[in-house]
C-alpha cells in the first residue's frame, strides 16, 4: 500500500449524515494516522441554531471557523506528528454553509475573517468528497438520533447538498476521489473499507469518481 508515501494529509468531506467522521476514524485506524476530528459538541451555539437559525448563524460560523483553524495549525509544523494524518472536515467549504444562513452583512463580516485566516492552512494531499443522496442523508440523520439534527429540514439539506455538489465540480486545488456514498458502509462492512482503500492507492489522477455498490 502506497497510501502514506503519497499522501500526508487527507481530508474526507461531505453533507452532514454522509459517514465522512466514521469513515475518518476507520480510514485513519488502518493507516495508523493522526486523527483530527470537528469537535462539533464543544460549539455552545449548534444546537441554537437548529432551533433559530436567523438568530445564532453567525456564532455558530465564527466559533466552527476558529476552532478548525486552531486545530489545523499542527499541519503546518509535519515534525510534531509525521506520518499520515486524516481529518473529517475541510475549511475551504466553510463558506457555504455560512452562505445559506448569513445575511448579506454577516457574510461579508464572515469572509473577512475567514480570507484572513485561510492563509495559515496547509491544503490536503487528498480529499475524499462522499456524494450523498439526500434522502439518505435524511435517514442516517434519523438513525443517529442526535436530538438537536431531528429537526433539520429536507429543504436545508437539499440547498447544502447541492451547494457541496457545485463546489466540488469547480474544486482544483487538491487531488479529489469523488465516491459515491449512497450503498457505502464502512462502519459495518470491512470489505467496503479494503475496497475504498484500495481505491485510494490507486488513485493518480487530479480528479476521479468511484462509484461502489453494496447494496
Partial sequence: MNIPNKYHYIVIEGPIGSGKTTLAKRLAERLSAHLILENAEANPFLE???????????????????????????LSQPDLFGGVSVADFFLEKDPLFARLTLSDEEFKLYRNMYQHLQLQITPPDLLIYLQTPVDAL???????????????????????????????????????LIVNNEHLDVASNDVALDVLVERIDQMRGQREYFNPDFS
Avoid: C, K, M, W
Avoid at 441554537?48 to 499542527?74: C, G, I, K, M, W
Avoid at 434519523?142 to 447541492?162: D, F, K, N, P, V
Fill in 48 to 74: 441554537r441554531f437548529y432551533q433559530d437559525p436567523e438568530r445564532h448563524a453567525l456564532p455558530t460560523q465564527l466559533f466552527f471557523l476558529f476552532q478548525r483553524v486552531e486545530q489545523l495549525r499542527s
Fill in 138 to 176: 435524511l435517514n442516517r440523520i434519523e438513525t443517529r438520533g442526535i436530538a438537536y439534527e431531528q429537526g433539520i429540514s429536507r429543504g436545508y439539506l437539499e440547498r447544502l447538498a447541492s451547494s457541496y455538489s457545485d463546489f466540488f465540480h469547480h474544486y482544483e486545488t487538491a487531488p479529489l
